[in-house]
């Protein structure tokens, strides 16, 4: 796919480490003209020098807390004012706690589901004009608890599950606009992310971070844990012309662990 995304605007989402930063360095090289989208300028920083070093045209790091609705709008004005394009929008923030059910507090609920998926919904409606105009790709970075449930993750279970709805809803307009709207569901993947829900769930299972990690293995048979490459190299296809007949669909990329048909 070499220069496929050349002359094309790619608006990633928690986009300065792990699945994100994976993604974004993946569109970087193929052409793509990154921005890169953070709660964390610290992160920002180091992120945009390993896109560019990608390639591609110079990364557009643009630091806003998708938590609130005016972040979100000042991501949208800058990208408009800047190219006044959209091709592809990636939606990857989102840091749901981990934990025992009866110690997480309300707030973290809240927080939760305001940065994935109000998140994610708002940039959608934002961006959706332009990528209207340029009939464009919208990819949902979600997760494998959508449909496997469990009593350690339940604030990240219930906000992906209705990221997961709203993203097949809204793969409905996209029929009608021309936009193709799909999830990638990964599964345990090498990111910061990953050790920080282990360490969350090792607190409120009374296991090792280690026993996890074992457990997860045996559990579910994978031969190795995901890199964010295996997430990224997914993305770059539903985002290609050869995938425009694949819509509303939402894909795992686990090593095989969803024990589900669906």
Same mark, same amino acid.
């Given at each position: 796919?070499?220069?496929?995304?050349?002359?094309?605007?790619?608006?990633?989402?928690?986009?300065?480490?792990?699945?994100?930063?994976?993604?974004?360095?993946?569109?970087?090289?193929?052409?793509?003209?990154?921005?890169?989208?953070?709660?964390?300028?610290?992160?920002?920083?180091?992120?945009?020098?390993?896109?560019?070093?990608?390639?591609?045209?110079?990364?557009?790091?643009?630091?806003?807390?998708?938590?609130?609705?005016?972040?979100?709008?000042?991501?949208?004005?800058?990208?408009?004012?800047?190219?006044?394009?959209?091709?592809?929008?990636?939606?990857?923030?989102?840091?749901?706690?981990?934990?025992?059910?009866?110690?997480?507090?309300?707030?973290?609920?809240? +927080?939760?589901?305001? =940065?994935? #998926? /109000?998140? %994610?919904?708002?940039?959608? *409606?934002?961006?959706?004009?332009?990528?209207? !105009?340029?009939?464009?790709?919208?990819?949902?970075?979600?997760?494998?608890?959508?449909?496997?449930?469990?009593?350690?993750?339940?604030?990240?279970?219930?906000?992906?599950?209705?990221?997961?709805?709203?993203?097949?809803?809204?793969?409905?307009?996209?029929?009608?606009?021309?936009?193709?709207?799909?999830?990638?569901?990964?599964?345990?993947?090498?990111?910061?992310?990953?050790?920080?829900?282990?360490?969350?769930?090792?607190?409120?299972?009374?296991?090792?971070?280690?026993?996890?990690?074992?457990?997860?293995?045996?559990?579910?048979?994978?031969?190795?844990?995901?890199?964010?490459? +295996?997430?990224?190299? =997914?993305? #770059? /296809?539903? %985002?290609?012309?050869?995938? *425009?007949?694949?819509?509303?669909?939402?894909? !795992?990329?686990?090593?095989?662990?969803?024990?589900?048909?669906?």
């Amino acid at each position: 796919m070499s220069g496929e995304f050349s002359n094309k605007v790619v608006v990633i989402t928690g986009a300065s480490r792990g699945i994100g930063l994976g993604i974004a360095k993946a569109f970087a090289r193929e052409g793509g003209q990154t921005v890169l989208v953070s709660s964390s300028a610290e992160n920002l920083k180091p992120a945009a020098a390993a896109v560019n070093a990608q390639g591609g045209p110079q990364a557009l790091p643009i630091e806003a807390d998708l938590r609130d609705l005016t972040a979100c709008e000042g991501v949208f004005a800058k990208v408009k004012e800047r190219f006044n394009r959209c091709d592809v929008l990636v939606n990857c923030a989102g840091a749901t706690k981990a934990g025992s059910f009866l110690d997480l507090a309300d707030a973290a609920w809240t +927080d939760g589901f305001a =940065l994935k #998926l /109000f998140g %994610c919904v708002r940039m959608c *409606r934002l961006f959706w004009p332009l990528l209207k !105009a340029t009939e464009g790709h919208v990819v949902n970075i979600d997760g494998g608890a959508a449909r496997q449930p469990t009593a350690e993750f339940l604030i990240g279970g219930s906000v992906n599950a209705a990221m997961g709805n709203f993203s097949k809803g809204l793969s409905q307009l996209g029929k009608r606009d021309g936009i193709n709207v799909n999830v990638i569901h990964p599964g345990t993947t090498e990111t910061e992310r990953n050790l920080q829900l282990l360490a969350q769930r090792a607190a409120a299972s009374g296991k090792t971070v280690a026993e996890l990690q074992a457990e997860t293995l045996a559990k579910s048979g994978i031969r190795r844990v995901g890199k964010p490459e +295996d997430i990224a190299e =997914l993305a #770059l /296809f539903l %985002c290609s012309e050869r995938a *425009r007949q694949i819509q509303g669909t939402a894909i !795992a990329v686990d090593g095989g662990a969803t024990a589900g048909y669906y």
